[in-house]
């Protein structure tokens, strides 16, 4: 044991000393102490003998019940200054607020504050960023950012801070401050109380917020999933049941995309970007337009209802053409890594039964889908997308010179939908040759 962790159990041993003489001075029981402190009677009896540190909202409401001064319980002394009061750096005292930040109060001997000034070091956590710890607490609050970056969230707005900038807020409002960024955040956070009475230093009061989603907030007119599924509101507004009443006619391509292009054709759908950093945007009627462009053109090669066709097309933007245009004509899809090589090609050629592939010409990709082609001694359809090889139809050249009309089959047979298969997917392999993993039409529900 070093000799910091001595000293820290000699002081939470002393304080503990200070809150028995406290209480049995004033003639209250454990029992009623935890009463007023709004902890258990076994929480309380841990904080008097020693075993565990105090929180701050712990010695705020003990030293309010007993109408003494929190340095009395942390320093044995009251505070005493009220010209002014100089605190050192590194000689904040510390004391917990919140679970794994590190606040040191910076003007604990000053009698009467109107403001508790806090040094916080936040450390950053994806946790944190991911699950809001809202809270509120007496009157207003300044926060400086020294180090880092600061996520803050008031209500439903968000503001990063970085170093040198500083927010004022009412934090009477649900709040919440993270480090942002990577790295550990450090601010001065000054809490005042206009009235000039003792300030709620730190008293955190949970809060909840109501039951509303992104989707309530931005208010959608219409929505798509209207069309086909049935959602049930418990009275809070959280959800109580989704029933989904056209599941079994159900595809993503015709369903949702052509929706969404009726309804928002000029509306964002996709946004590429090269490896050259170049920029390509695509609305929702674009994609509607080259998927169904590309449905026909797949549809010429000889691509129809239940055939299984890879795709190993990266990041690049053509995979969503590819991948509606098969919903569309009722093929399935099974998207595969560029890393394979031709032992995995053709281990999956066969396991599957991949009548074709439409491939990337980035790499080495298509010449080992070849060797695995060859090896099979098998015909496959193979389609290359931005390049072109002997033996391959070209996407970027072909697929464009076909009608951006594919309607919806008349005859349901034509194409897949609710149950029919849909995707395949290539499990990990972690022990042993790779599964398949099959999913339906209904899987985006």
Known sequence: ?????????????????????????????????????????????????????????????????????????????SPSLNGYNVTR??????????????????????????????????????????????????????????????????????????????????????HDVVAYGGQECQVYAIVMDSSRKAIDEGQEKPFELPHVTNFKLANVENPVADTFAKITENEDGSL??????????????????D?????????????????????????????????CMTANYFRSLGIKKGDRVM?????????????????????????ATNLLVEHDFTYRFEAAGVSAI??????????QVDLAVDSLKKPMLKVIVNGEREGWHSFNEEFDKFSDVFPRPENESESAFGSEPMLMYFTSGTTGYPKIATHNHKYPL
């Open 240 to 257: 109580k049941n989704i029933d989904f009443f056209t599941k079994e006619k159900f595809n993503f391509a015709f369903d949702v995309v």
């Open 89 to 174: 750096k590194g000689e904040g005292v510390p004391i917990v607020r919140r679970k794994g930040f590190n606040y040191s109060r910076l003007a604990p001997l000053f009698k009467n504050k109107i403001a508790e000034p806090f040094l916080v070091t936040i450390p950053y956590s994806e946790e944190n960023l991911k699950t809001p710890h809202f809270s509120t607490h007496k009157d207003q609050e300044l926060d400086i950012v020294l180090k880092g970056s600061l996520k803050v969230t008031i209500g439903n707005n968000v503001e990063i801070l970085n170093e040198g900038d500083c927010i004022y807020y009412d934090s009477t409002m649900p």
């Open 311 to 335: 795709l190993v097309l990266k990041r690049h933007y053509q995979f969503w053409f590819s991948i509606l245009a098969l919903h569309r004509l009722g093929a399935i899809v099974i998207p």
């Open 1 to 77: 044991m070093n000799q910091k962790t001595v000293d820290t159990e000699k002081k939470i041993r002393e304080v503990a000393l200070r809150i028995i003489a406290v209480r049995e001075s004033l003639g209250f029981t454990p029992e009623e102490m935890a009463v007023k402190t709004d902890i258990t009677p076994e929480e309380y009896k841990s904080y008097e003998s020693g075993e565990h540190d105090f929180s701050f909202t712990f010695i705020y409401k003990f030293a309010n019940a007993c109408g003494i001064e929190i340095t009395d319980l942390m320093e044995g002394k």
């Open 358 to 367: 439409v491939c990337t010409a980035d790499g080495d990709v298509a010449h």
């Open 259 to 291: 929706f969404l292009a009726k309804k928002s054709p000029d509306k964002t759908a996709l946004i590429y970007v090269s490896n050259n950093m170049e920029e390509k945007r695509f609305t929702f009627e674009e994609i509607r337009k080259y998927s």
